[in-house]
């Protein structure tokens, strides 16, 4: 295909992705009225080829971060969480096969930056602009976790990994957490629910506390139930 010609920014009311540019022969890239304006477009504004291919790389940066922004008002992401949510994303799957019209007609050749790498600018860009944090995401997703039960650091580690969270910013998070206390404060909770022996292991074990601690504390903890003495 020769990449000339003049390519159309249309419009159509009443639709929430109501505006789109199409090149010759493929589907359209639609996009919001919202980053119409942002991009200072407007109905019927003509592009030459080139104009539009930039105009094009800028757009599906654009939607991007409009799915980004709106994960991000429904709660708060760790950097890795934020990047697999917008991959999952059904506009993502929509962007990797336009990507391939893209690559077919030679645009990605020509100087344009690849889906991939668009989407690790964004979250570049959002870390840098401090609306993804790490380091605060973990500390206060660990805090909503403590909020009601004591748990252990093998629970919180895994959950805080499930959440995207790096390796080394658990272990800085963690690092004064008092693992101790928290397993004899559930050694107490789950011994006024009547569990003793095993059963009162196990219920440690759920909560991801090690085994030498839970039997350390559960042996001190039901000896010291006729000396009201736990330590």
């Not at 654009?62 to 506009?91: G, N, Q």
């Not at 993804?132 to 997703?141: C, G, K, M, N, R």
């Not at 039997?215 to 903890?221: C, D, G, P, Q, V």
């Amino acid at each position: 295909m020769e990449n000339t010609g003049i390519i159309t920014v249309n419009a159509k009311r009443g639709a929430s992705r109501g505006w789109s540019i199409q090149f010759s022969g493929e589907a359209p890239l639609l996009f919001t009225q919202a980053i119409a304006l942002q991009l200072g477009l407007w109905a019927g504004r003509e592009l030459a080829y080139y104009e539009a291919l930039e105009l094009e790389t800028r757009l599906i940066y654009e939607l991007l971060k409009e799915r980004a922004f709106s994960s991000l008002a429904r709660r708060a992401h760790a950097k890795r969480d934020l990047e697999r949510k917008l991959k999952t994303s059904a506009l993502y799957g929509h962007l990797l096969n336009y990507e391939q019209l893209r690559r077919n007609r030679g645009a990605i050749g020509e100087g344009m930056k690849s889906l991939s790498t668009l989407l690790q600018e964004l979250i570049q860009e959002l870390e840098k602009q401090g609306y993804i944090d790490d380091s605060d995401f973990a500390q206060s997703y660990l805090a909503s976790m403590l909020r009601s039960k004591p748990k252990g650091r093998y629970l919180l580690r895994s959950k805080l990994w499930e959440k995207g969270v790096a390796a080394e910013t658990i272990d800085l998070v963690l690092e004064d957490y008092d693992e101790r206390a928290a397993c004899k404060e559930a050694v107490q909770e789950f011994m006024r629910k009547g569990r003793r022996g095993q059963a009162l292991i196990r219920s440690l074990a759920s909560r991801g506390f090690p085994a030498g601690l839970s039997y350390e504390l559960a042996r001190k903890a039901e000896a010291a139930e006729l000396t009201e003495d736990f330590e």
